[in-house]
């Protein structure tokens, strides 16, 4: 009798969502009809998580395919073992979990202080669900706006985790992350200083956006997402940012999407 073959581990480097998927089924749902997906599938967990944290390389996008009789990913070589980089909410990088909601932020402003704004994009169960922009400042930074957003994601989170959902939260500024789950913890304890003594910038942003961080950090995950890379959710945000800086929309309001996504990503870049 033929051994049994093992479970396989895919990973999805350009895609709607990108991390590592358990089943052929769920990676499709990421891949089929993306432009230029980028995706392979693994015999471990290990295997997939050091490829992921490397990322895709020079290798020509995979293109599925139903006589190849491993749910059209291309078989990879091993890759040298690695331990995947921590995110910063300590969830690995690969994303080997599966969360039930999973939230993309971030900020435009143009020119650089000038017209800002802010963009979220929200999936529910691996599915598109809502588009938000907004919060115009016609004297914003690129930080300020990101901070916003970070904001508003963690205003949803809140939501989320209410009912019961899994949450994870993508923003592209390392700045914004490292401010509100690393040094702002610091700063309140110097009374919103920094070492050297000086006033923070932004604290009407920073001091709120921290302690709704402080009451959900247990129960959400901060993820770093690369921007401009090709990921869906992190492009979506984007578009919404600038949308919401050339609409000079001042509240935070919904987009309707009654448009295909490829419609919205032809809309200006942040």
């Known amino acids: 009798m033929a051994a049994s073959k093992g479970p396989k581990f895919y990973v999805v480097w350009v895609g709607r969502q990108t991390g590592i998927f358990t089943s052929w089924e769920e990676c499709s ?16 967990r290990e295997e997939a998580e050091a490829a992921f944290s490397k990322g895709p390389g020079r290798a020509a996008p995979a293109r599925p395919s139903e006589s190849s009789g491993n749910g059209g990913v291309t078989p990879a070589k091993k890759p040298a073992r690695r331990k995947a980089p921590a995110s910063p909410g300590g969830t690995p990088a690969a994303g080997g979990k599966r969360y039930d909601t999973e939230i993309y932020c971030d900020g435009a ?17 691996g599915k598109l669900a809502e588009l938000w922009y907004g919060l115009y400042n016609p004297a914003g930074t690129n930080n300020t706006a990101e901070l916003n957003a970070l904001r508003q994601a963690l205003l949803v989170a809140q939501q989320e985790i209410a009912r019961g959902a899994s949450v994870r939260i993508h923003c592209d500024s390392t700045y914004t992350i490292n401010a509100i789950t690393k040094w702002a913890g610091g700063w309140k304890k110097r009374g919103w200083k920094k070492a050297d003594g000086q006033a923070i910038k932004n604290p009407e942003i920073i001091q709120p956006t921290y302690t709704l961080y402080e009451s959900l ?9 690369k921007g401009h890379a090709g990921v869906e959710g992190n492009e979506l945000a984007d578009r919404m940012a600038m949308y919401g800086a050339d609409r000079q929309e001042r509240d935070f309001v919904r987009y309707p999407v009654d448009e295909s996504v490829a419609d919205i990503l032809r809309l200006k870049r942040g």
Request: aromatic share 10%; charged share 25%; proline share 10%.
């Open 29 to 44: 749902r990421q891949v089929k009809g993306y432009p230029k997906a980028r995706f392979k599938s693994f015999p471990s």
């Open 109 to 125: 402003c143009e020119p650089n202080p000038g017209d800002a704004g802010s963009g979220m994009a929200i999936y529910r169960d």
């Open 217 to 225: 950090k247990s129960q959400v995950t901060i993820a770093h997402v």
